[in-house]
């Protein structure tokens, strides 16, 4: 590969860990070159993320090279080539330059070469086979760099072909093109992605849903998420995905008090309740967490209200946690958006009132605990938090003004009451 410019803005070739990286790998006279996300970000003036590094060697001798300059190495993919050093806590996954030998669609088989454009030539886009020196010397053997600049994510080589080699391809088309792509996609890319969309269901859940919350993290990806639709793509892997007008307006009102948020994101393009929540979550293999929190925002205990008064509103945050409650706000604001377009002045002032609420508004603590009710007589078990509870919901309802006093007294009434029924 010949050069073809020099970066610029690049700091973080000069952290002392990269240093020690690169001089590890090149001691004994290999060549080593930053490769794909950093490069690619550098040039498009993004923060740039994790440093992976292509190298001539084999991993046998990476390993080797970086044990011997006192740097921790970790053999995470030996059969793929790859290495993970660690250098002042920061990892740098380093992989022997490969060409396929055999693939599948969902795995590939691979051979090591000294190659370096047999290895840009496996790689997925043009604008992720750049490669860089410590010196900021990059190579861009597929104009990778015009297509970045001009928002164009195209595929190395055949684009069918890559994707047959692995199916994922198809997604992370979308998802790059919701994060660096300008306007419609690239035409070639795009008829690719549809004609073989009937493959996505050979992939597992964990890599679908990766691929998938990563898009929706995009600034705006509802646009991306119609293309989807258009080609068929979304279907495959999430039939359960009504129209993006409810998504499009979330990405809206999040950017008053609330980031990105791609489970949230998830949500508001989830129809069908609690069956449909359960279907993503199993197809998807999201984790116990993802799952109870998409359960909850697809089919929520109560919708809000921007018409809510401050005692209603509150007891609702109480009861489900700020969290919780914002986003159920910031769905049901999308919600509204969607199927009217925009919110009124009034409307809107309440929903901001809302989001302002779960920002401020710090819950108190019940004032009486277990202990207070097996002092009056009840033996410990589940008596005792149906009796909490029954306290709890009658302080909520007296918008939490009751004091411990209060609250005993109250409790008081709820076991005499209940001794009487016996």
């Known amino acids: 590969m010949k050069p073809t410019g020099r970066l610029t803005g690049a ?75 660690v250098a002042n806590h920061v990892p740098f996954e380093i992989t022997t330059l490969r060409h396929d030998v055999e693939t599948d669609g969902r795995h590939a088989r691979v051979a090591f070469t000294g190659d370096w454009l047999a290895d840009a030539a496996r790689r997925d886009f043009t604008m992720n086979a750049l490669y860089a020196d410590l010196d900021g010397t990059y190579y861009d053997p597929f104009d990778g760099a015009a297509d970045l600049a001009a928002g164009r994510v195209r595929f190395v080589g055949d684009a069918e072909t890559r994707i047959r080699e692995d199916v994922l391809r198809i997604l992370r088309f979308f998802r790059f093109h919701a994060h660096f792509g300008h306007g419609a996609p690239e035409a070639e890319g795009f008829a690719a992605c549809r004609r073989l969309a009937n493959l996505l ?14 898009l929706l993290n995009a600034p705006e990806p509802a646009s991306t998420v119609a293309l989807m639709t258009e080609a068929g793509i979304l279907a495959a892997i999430l039939p359960e ?22 489970i949230r994101r998830l949500a508001a393009l989830v129809d069908g309740g609690a069956s449909a929540a359960n279907a993503v979550c199993g197809r998807l293999r999201l984790s116990n967490a993802q799952r109870e929190r998409l359960a909850r925002l697809v089919a929520p205990p109560v919708r809000p209200d921007p018409e809510w ?114």
């Open 309 to 422: 008064n401050a005692r209603t509103a509150r007891g609702w945050l109480y009861r489900l946690g700020a969290e919780t409650f914002r986003d159920l706000v910031l769905l049901a604001w999308a919600g509204a958006i969607a199927a009217r377009g925009e919110s009124p002045r009034g409307e809107a002032e309440g929903w901001r009132a809302l989001l302002g609420l779960a920002e401020t508004w710090r819950a108190p603590r019940l004032p009486i605990g277990g202990e207070d009710v097996m002092t009056l007589g009840v033996a410990s078990g589940p008596e005792v938090g149906r009796l909490l509870g029954e306290v709890e919901a009658w302080w909520i309802e007296g918008d939490f003004q009751a004091g411990r006093a209060q609250a005993l007294e109250q409790l008081a009434r709820i076991v005499e009451k209940g001794k009487g029924r016996s």
């Open 11 to 85: 700091a973080w070739l000069s952290a002392p860990e990269v240093g020690a990286v690169m001089a590890a790998l090149t001691a004994s006279g290999a060549v080593a070159r930053f490769v794909g996300g950093c490069v690619r970000d550098t040039l498009a003036g993004r923060a740039v993320g994790d440093k992976d590094i292509a190298t001539s060697d084999p991993p046998d001798t990476v390993l080797r090279l970086l044990e011997a300059a006192g740097l921790k190495a970790i053999p995470t993919g030996l059969e793929h080539g790859t290495v993970t050093a």
């Open 241 to 262: 995905a009504g129209a993006p007008e409810r998504l499009r307006a979330l990405v809206t009102v999040e950017g008053i008090m609330a980031g990105a948020d791609p």
């Open 201 to 214: 269901p050979t992939l597992s859940g964990e890599r679908v849903a990766a691929e998938l919350l990563k």
